[in-house]
């Protein structure tokens, strides 16, 4: 199975865990499939890839303020360490069900 089946299935599990209210359906799907989106392009979007962190990204500007902030180091488990993770193996399968059912419980509860 392709990643991509993979989260598709893992969404729609999701969907019938939290059970949105019958009017906000369309807005629960589409608030799943933005939040899974953000999840596989906002690391990259902030300089994190797979060759590391890019030069003069937001990515260096946060790496840089949390080496500063940490006498030298990057917390391990820390913002910048999981995003850099993300962008050099991807996020994982529970991180992609995570996020579709907390982004479509938002968009659900939000446009009641």
């Known amino acids: 199975m392709s990643k991509v089946s993979a989260i598709i299935c893992i969404t729609l599990i999701a969907s019938m865990a939290i059970q949105p209210s019958e009017a906000g359906v ?7 499939a933005a939040a899974v989106t953000a999840v596989a392009i906002v690391p990259a979007a902030l ?8 030069s003069g990204s937001i990515g260096a500007g946060m790496m840089s303020a949390s080496a500063i902030a940490n006498g030298g180091g ?4 820390g913002v910048v360490a ?13 991180t ?15 446009t009641k």
């Not at 369309?26 to 799943?32: F, L, N, S, V």
């Not at 999981?82 to 529970?94: E, P």
């Open 82 to 94: 999981t995003l850099q993770s993300v962008g050099v193996a991807g996020a994982s399968y529970s």
């Open 96 to 110: 992609y069900a995570a996020a579709a059912a907390a982004g479509g419980a938002a968009v659900d509860y939000f």
């Open 26 to 32: 369309g807005h629960w799907i589409a608030g799943a």
């Open 47 to 54: 300089g994190f890839g797979a060759l590391g962190i890019a």
């Open 74 to 77: 990057v917390l391990t488990g």
